[in-house]
């Protein structure tokens, strides 16, 4: 007993570390603080610098018609060209990759994707003084904890409004250029003579209008043509405020919109933006020049002379540049790759090996900067110019191996964690203790585990090594290890094999039935593969069983049928309740009942068709008489299958749209005659309990299969995240969230509901333990497709996609004790109890 609750908590302490674990090495924040700042460049070009972001304006739609004054600039007075951004195309990650050279903090999970949780570097930082107007969402991203240098204004909250309102659509725009036309007037004569100066205006007209009417409509387009104005209005004071010449201007956009007015993943419309920049220091011809995003962000340091931001993984494109100048590029770049190197370093110390023998690429890195260093005069600028960009590059790949580098050694310490944690569980449920136990390979493996703990421990402190992540997971893996050579010592495997039927058959079918859960979980539609093979190893491994093979059929039609939609269709659901009405009369005995259930089945239908308001009492009466109802039934097992298949269906249909319904009567059906066939039953090997038999663990694959089916054939997952009040009209109409979204959960349920109930009945704790060890080798390939780039949607599906494969086990061990009080409790025997008890007082 006492084994059985150390193996319970380790299991525990195993699955809480393999979830953070994979959360951990994702999206830790690649935020080294503390960097050093590369030095101040004299003689810059510029002494200040306005940048203008038009959130949400894609570069399709400005090229096609640019506007007039923007069009000049580009074709007479600067340089443009395209700045392709990284998903996700956010107004956040863009905005801070444009002035703080960050692709996403992939941290900001954490923070629900709303703000940055770690403090960063950006220009305004490093700028002697930089004004900001624009979104509160925005400005704040840069002035919250900032020195005093940042100061930022932004309208209220509220005004981010996505209604487009007569005489207002140019509002947010109007004030931020407001703003700064101001202070031109009121403050600028106090830093008339300063340098490093930047002035940030960050427009939101065009991704608010974007949202409403589409970035195709007349009101997205006259907006940009209001900003084009608006801009030319401030260049023009601008020049006349300060009269030397020495501003230069950047335009750009933080993210593109797709023809439907979103934005966030990696169409070309979403991560093509528009980028012009013209004035002091910047070349002079009509050419296009494209960029990545990021490199704004030591251009934009480049041109006012200050430190490039400490985490900026960009590289200043010189082209941009007056290429009279070379000596200044040549310093430039040097700062770019003094900058790109401390972050090398700083992430190769990470790693925690010594730190006395760097890697070759930090060596080589830090021999080029020295170099470049001593002899800048006596090189030729050219020569020179060339051997800095060369640099940069090995620099860019060096932080790009040393980043993948710490991630994969992470991730191979917690799957060699995970993969003992299988052997183990592997051998829990498959093995039985060894009559002879030899004690000095016992001993032997017991002390080389201690001596590689302390040497792990020793090795960390001498390398004075920051990143205690590493060390634990390391220490976390060899114990895992540790654990499973003590199993094997003690224990050998005794997994039963059912006579007369080859065991490679049974091992192939978990195996495929793996691989298919496994796409299954990446496209829908392969479950429909699976179910088909279900049908196949049911006709392989069992006799008689045509029923259960020609329901299973069915199954693999609905995976491949589209995601239902919110718009109900009213005609599936009516023909599902009819052919429920006739189950109904085909197979409950009990004339009172099928009365009863008839009637539900009537009213069901009329609520559906409107004819009766179920929003006042009906629906929910019907909802909430729906385990009472079960109860009446009698507690013999076809029976209560029959009473909770049509109980469950009353309000299934009641929160449908259109096939799911149909989809839970096949499934229904298809669970019903699991019972009837006693081949996989727990009573086949009542004598056994203490090894797994095969055959459970192919019953295991088959049941975890249909869970996935319940989540995914009908795409009730996508009904949460595309959520809509109209699924729960027949209950609640006024606006109520936790309402809505419980009924719909409840409605993602009830076919699991049907599949716990049958688990029960042909559950053992073997069964359980089996779909734990296929769930958790499931899991395994999933670690690594878990990631941080993308869009919030592809991370979310890839993190959704791997916590429901570990936690699919759970889920159906609670469905299995949740579906106790549905096969077991009878109101009738709860009333001959109490009477009995009345009878024995007297």
């Known amino acids: 007993m006492n084994n059985n609750y150390a193996f319970v908590t380790w299991g525990f302490v195993m699955h809480l570390i393999m979830l953070w674990g994979v959360l951990d090495v994702n999206f830790h924040s690649p935020i080294i603080q503390d960097l050093p700042s590369v030095e101040i460049l004299k003689n810059a070009p510029a002494k200040r610098l306005v940048l203008f972001v038009a959130d949400g304006l894609r570069f399709r739609t400005f090229i096609e018609a640019p506007p007039k004054y923007l069009k000049n600039v580009m074709l007479s007075k600067g340089v443009w060209g395209i700045s392709h951004t990284r998903m996700p195309t956010e107004s956040r990650p863009g905005n801070i990759a444009i002035c703080a050279g960050l692709y996403e903090d992939p941290s900001a999970i954490f923070k629900g994707w709303k703000e940055n949780p770690v403090d960063f570097d950006s220009v305004f930082n490093q700028s002697h003084l930089s004004w900001a107007w624009g979104s509160p969402d925005i400005i704040s991203i840069f002035t919250k904890g900032a020195k005093k240098n940042i100061q930022g204004s932004s309208y209220p909250p509220e005004w981010q409004d ?47 209008i974007g949202h409403t009417a589409k970035p195709h409509s007349r009101e997205y ?23 030397d010449n020495a501003t230069a201007y950047i335009f750009t956009a933080d993210h593109g919109m797709t023809d439907w007015g979103s934005h966030g993943s990696g169409s070309t419309d979403e991560t093509e933006t528009p980028l012009i920049v013209w004035g002091a220091g910047i070349n002079n011809f009509n050419s296009s020049q494209d960029i990545e995003q990021i ?132 051998f829990k449920i498959a093995g039985t203790e060894r009559s002879i136990i030899n004690r000095f390979a016992l001993l032997i493996t017991d002390i080389s585990f201690i001596c590689i703990l302390i040497i792990v421990f020793v090795t960390y402190k001498v390398s004075d090594c920051k990143n205690w992540r590493l060390p634990c997971y390391v220490t976390m893996a060899i114990i895992s290890v540790w654990l499973v050579v003590r199993t094997v010592i003690l224990n050998s ?73 919110p718009y109900p269709r009213v ?12 189950m109904v009369i085909l197979k409950i005995q009990s004339r009172t009942k099928r009365v009863i259930e008839i009637f539900r089945l009537i009213i069901t239908g009329l609520t559906y068709l409107e004819f009766i308001d179920g929003r006042s009492w009906i629906s929910w009466a019907i909802l909430l008489t729906t385990p009472l109802h079960i109860c009446t039934y009698s507690t013999e097992l076809k029976a209560r299958m029959h009473g909770i298949i049509s109980s469950l269906f009353c309000p299934l249909a009641l929160l449908s749209a259109s096939y799911e319904p149909m989809f839970f009567i096949f499934l229904a059906v298809h669970l019903s005659y699991w019972p009837q066939n006693n081949v996989f039953s727990s009573q086949t090997y009542e004598k056994s309990k203490t090894s797994i038999k095969m055959e459970e663990s192919l019953k295991a694959a088959i049941f975890m299969l249909y869970t996935l089916l319940c989540f995914f054939g009908t795409g009730n997952m996508a009904s949460i995240s595309s959520f809509n009040p109209t699924w729960t009209r027949h209950f609640v109409t006024v606006f109520s969230p936790f309402i809505m979204f419980s009924l719909i959960l409840l409605k993602m349920c009830i076919p699991l509901i049907l599949v716990g109930c049958t688990s029960h009945i042909m559950g053992s704790s073997n069964l359980f333990l089996a779909v734990l060890l296929l769930g958790d080798c499931l899991s395994l390939p999933l670690v690594y497709s878990v990631t941080s780039q993308g869009s919030w949607l592809d991370i979310g599906s890839a993190i959704s996609r791997f916590i429901i494969a570990i936690s699919l086990p759970c889920l159906l061990l609670l469905l299995y004790y949740l579906s106790y009080p549905l096969m077991t409790f009878s109101l009738y025997k709860f009333k001959v109890s109490i009477l009995s008890e009345k009878k024995h007082i007297v």
């Open 493 to 565: 495997v005794n997994w039963r094999i059912r006579n007369g039927n080859l065991p490679w058959t049974e091992i192939a079918g978990i195996m495929l039935l793996l691989t298919i859960m496994f796409m299954g979980l990446i496209c829908r539609s392969a479950l429909s593969i699976g179910m088909l093979c279900t049908a196949i190893i049911l006709k392989i491994m069992l006799k008689d069983v045509q029923y259960l093979i020609w329901t299973v059929l069915p199954l693999a039609v609905f995976p491949l049928l589209p995601v239902v939609e």
């Open 162 to 208: 996505f209604d487009i309102m007569e005489g207002q659509i140019w509002r947010l725009d109007s004030w931020v250029f407001d703003k700064y036309l101001t202070w031109l007037r009121e403050e600028a004569y106090k830093v008339k003579h300063s340098d490093r100066i930047i002035f940030f205006l960050h427009l939101l007209g065009c991704d608010t």
């Open 295 to 426: 490199d704004i962000t030591p251009l934009m340091s480049t041109l006012i002379g200050a430190p490039i931001p400490t985490n900026n993984e960009g590289v200043l494109p010189w082209q941009y540049l007056n290429t009279n100048n070379l000596e200044y590029i040549n310093e430039a770049l040097l700062n770019n790759l003094k900058q790109l190197t401390h972050q090398v370093k700083a992430n190769r110390e990470m790693n925690c090996e010594n730190n006395k023998f760097s890697d070759w690429r930090v060596n080589q890195l830090y021999n080029k900067i020295s170099t470049l260093d001593k002899h800048h005069q006596m090189k030729d600028s050219k020569e020179r110019f060339k051997e800095t960009v060369d640099a940069i590059k090995l620099a860019k790949d060096s932080l790009l191996y040393f980043r993948q580098y710490q991630r994969s050694w992470l991730l191979i310490y917690l799957s060699t964690m995970w993969l003992g944690w299988i052997v183990l569980l592997f």
């Open 571 to 582: 005609y599936i659901v009516i023909l599902s309740i009819c052919i429920m009405t006739v």
């Open 221 to 243: 387009t006259d907006n940009m043509n209001y900003v084009d104005r608006k801009i030319e209005e401030v260049v023009q004071m601008t020049e006349s405020v300060f009269k």
